[in-house]
């Protein structure tokens, strides 16, 4: 599987289009075929999916054990206000008012590249959070990766 790079700074238009950067277009064969799917973040962003991904996210998802509360309450959150998107004839996707408002976007945008994701962020939000990085991103590093990224330097 490949995975998304780059960071694109975006405008949206009056309507609240975006138009997708060549560049990440070019990274997205299968969207204009099978399409995108828009959702929440974790924190106050979007989040942006392949149809193939979202397909493969929502299969785990449907293995919880939705007897459970913490399950169903889970899977509800993380679907919530999820839309499927489509690119006009020229490469624009149109946002949900719901999910612009949840995320604080109003005209500029950044999209994130996290592996199999994009993020979608008011550029605001985007910069604030990326100026709380921590003091020592090495520390970070081996505290998240700890064996697990050996074989990275080897």
Sequence with gaps: MSH??????CKLDAKGR????????KQL?????EGLVVNRGFEK???????KE???????????N????????????????ATELTLDSANRILFPKAL?????????????CQLNKIEVWSKDAYEAQMDSEPENF???AEEVMGNAGRGLND
């Design 4 to 9: 998304f790079l780059g960071e694109f700074d």
């Design 18 to 25: 975006m138009m997708i950067p060549s560049s990440l277009k």
């Design 29 to 33: 064969p299968e969207a204009e075929r």
């Design 45 to 51: 962003h979007l989040v942006i999916y392949t149809k």
């Design 54 to 64: 979202w397909d493969q996210i929502t299969g785990e998802l449907s293995k919880l």
């Design 66 to 81: 939705l007897y459970e509360k913490k399950s169903r309450d889970f899977v509800r959150y993380f679907t919530r206000g």
């Design 100 to 112: 612009m408002e949840y995320a604080g976007i109003t005209a500029e945008v950044v999209l994130s």
């Design 138 to 140: 090495a520390n970070l």
